[in-house]
């Protein structure tokens, strides 16, 4: 019953890992299409988002499998549930990764960023595309140290959000409101994308030690 | 064994429902706050914000004891895993009422909004707080029809979620791009309330009738 429920749960974290890579592809290719302002990749990343939907039907499916036919108690239990929850960061991160493919889109051929940001948005980019494989990482190695360490990439993409809003609110901003609702919008969804990933890394101590990220570093 | 799930279940629904009164009545604060510039209120919502935590913490663990002790299976397992997807949502909900108060705090003893908006977001956070009220009644009746109409509110928001754009991408806009940015996020996150509050609503659809509400309007 136990080397079951190892295997299934191996299984429903393999899926949960190629749902992070399909999210982390996403906005890699976002990003590309935002700083360029590539129509068509942008389209690719819109056409690709269907491929999130089926993975994450099948990993609910798994998951319902393994609390229906292994009647798990305690630690397994909360690790299930876990996984049902993870399923749903990862959605949200595919949907803002396609909301930054969408703005590409609506402003070709003109870019939607001023050239002045484009510095912020490629390495907001370049942190978000990271911690969605050190999330796919640690869903598969259950390490409880790494899966805590997503919480730094998040801080240095949070201190880079905060600059991005001092470019904005600077009395030399030349490039109108609709650029800046653009530039707002666009901040947000990397900044969500990237707390997803962070909560994906708590839900990884849990699942790995039965305890939350404050119990596991008291320790 | 199926009676004593039932009298779990209302409990745990019962649950739901007063922390949908609590992030209703936050937005309802929240609004307030922003459109007087009320710092008390604001105050107020920020320091009643971790009520709902507690609320949180007690929902997932009636969720975990339904899991454990009735070993649910079919329809009953996937009900009792809705009530841990609500409970995020709701979660959510108060974060984005949250936020609201937060800007409204910042901008104080000024307001963040230019006076040619306050028509929107009076009308945004009415809408968000019948469906938060909304949200609370069809956790309890889990009517599914009823559930579905929250839907009809959201269209509503959203309809003037767009306006709201068109308003801010006018040339007319006078209020500079700091305002702008504040009535970005701000819209954005009475929007993003109301999602939830219809997800909600689909989760109750499928707790109610084992369908999703596609499947269900198609009957």
Redesign the interface.
Known sequence: MRSAYIEQMAELNAVLGQMCELAGTAMERSTQALLQADLTVAEEVIGAHEQLTVLSTRAEER??AL??LQ?P??GD??AI?SG??IV?DIERMGALALHVAKIARRRHPAKALPEEVNGYFAEMGRLAVTMATNAREVLNTQNPEDALKLQDDDDALDDLHRHL?TV??DRE?KHG??A??DV??LG?YYERFSDHAVLIGRRVVFQATGQTPEQFTEV
């Open positions: 998951a319902f609390l229906a009647a108690v305690a239990l909360r549930v049902f929850q749903a809003f904005l609110m901003w409101v609709a800046a609702v707002t919008l947000r």
